[in-house]
């Protein structure tokens, strides 16, 4: 595979000021495919000041002409879609097919998203005697995950482009190749110098290096809880501005009026997407206690078809997590129906997939995110019962509902501590605004109310 062995700086491929790599490696095979540069605190600073020395006459530059910038990056990622897919296939392991039509595809839509709300956003607005601007918060630290890679950077980088920020990247470790992808198609895409700047390197170094800097104005992660919490501790020391997408354990509630085998496929399908590595996958099932043994069975049927087109899960750390978790379930008292702990082939970071029946909330595997391909089945008694057990973790990052009527599900719905709701299946839609109720995060991505995390108002008063 392709690997730069510098950083995109000031619109240049430079050197890293350290001697380190990290290693990128294929988790379906185990081999090492690339190397890139692990970058230090130096290589932070060249990249925050090129963003500050960018900032200004990015700043003042109309709206017309990022809309026209972010187009033509849409444009080359567009062209390029074959190569991100790829490249997200070699580094994260998912299917060529997902990779297409997922990793590769979405980034495209978001980015014209932006190009779109560039052109038509209001940057001004009459309030009474006043005249409010919106103008870009500043430098922006964009520190992203593994999990959905290019998909996770488009979706920042993408509005702070739009609203007239600058931008330095920290990707994840995992997956830093189609990072560098991105950056080049910045480049093709006649974005100036220093407006998008590019270090990969460690979460502890070159990610806390970044988060710390004073010359950043505002932090957006996308990751942990545990991560996101310290980084939000020192933004808040430094009072900055900070952006947090961080765990979920979603509810896909399937109510007594559902169609039940379809609602069960769709949610098996959900979980096991991306080898269960979505921070919004629907990973507890509910269902009627009347309806419970034949969920069960067709989740379990459901699930046993993945076996073989399923993906590996990114590393042999997050395997080995995963797998602890099942071996947790099974020691809690779940009655294991697909998959379980043992690795499925001999080489390569596979987890079978796997469902649990007869989980309980209080269960581990109830509570905390696994980030792997385990759905949990719960049972409840009635309505009431349904909605405390969605509504008893600590996250609220998204979920699903299934009734007969549309109407009852959004009456469900609208219950729900959660910031976003699928009804009946309905489909991903890269305008509304993803983000989470308590511990899922602070702030919002996508569509408008992502680029308003990018602004901040100045009213002049007449
Ligand atoms: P992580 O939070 O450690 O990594 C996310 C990003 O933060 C990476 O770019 C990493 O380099 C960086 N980072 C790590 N430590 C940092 C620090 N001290 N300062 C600044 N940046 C730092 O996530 P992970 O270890 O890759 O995954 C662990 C778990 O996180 C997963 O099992 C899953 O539960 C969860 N996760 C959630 C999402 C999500 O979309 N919400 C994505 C990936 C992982």
Known sequence: MKAHDGMYIDGEWRPATGPDVIEVVNPADEQ????????TAEDVDLAVRAALAALPAWAATAPAERAARLAALRDVLAARKDEIAETVTAELGSPLKFSQNVHAAVPVAVAGSYAELAATHPFEEKVGNSTVHLEPVGVVAAITPWNYPLHQIVAKVAPALAAGCTVVLKPAEDTPLVAQLFAEAVHEAGVPAGVFNLVTGLG?????????????DLVSFTGSTAVGRQIGATAGAALKKVALELGGKSANVILPSADLAKAVNVGVANVMSNSGQTCS??????VHRDQYEEAVELAAAAAAKYGERIGPVVNAKQ????RGYIEKGVAEGARLVAGGPESPRDQGYFVAPTVFADVTSEMTIAQEEIFGPVLSILRYEDEEDALRIANGTVYGLAGAVWA?????????????????????GGRFNPLAPFGGYKQSGVGRELGSHGLTEYLQTKSLQF
């Open 204 to 216: 502890p170094v070159a990610g806390q290096a970044l988060a710390e800097h004073p010359g950043v």
């Open 404 to 424: 007969g009527e549309e109407a009852e599900a959004v009456a469900f719905a609208r219950r729900m501590d959660t910031g976003q709701v699928d009804i009946n």
């Open 319 to 322: 395997q080995a997590r995963v």
């Open 281 to 286: 996958a629907w990973t507890r099932m509910l």
């Open 32 to 39: 090492v495919i690339g190397r890139v540069p692990a970058g």
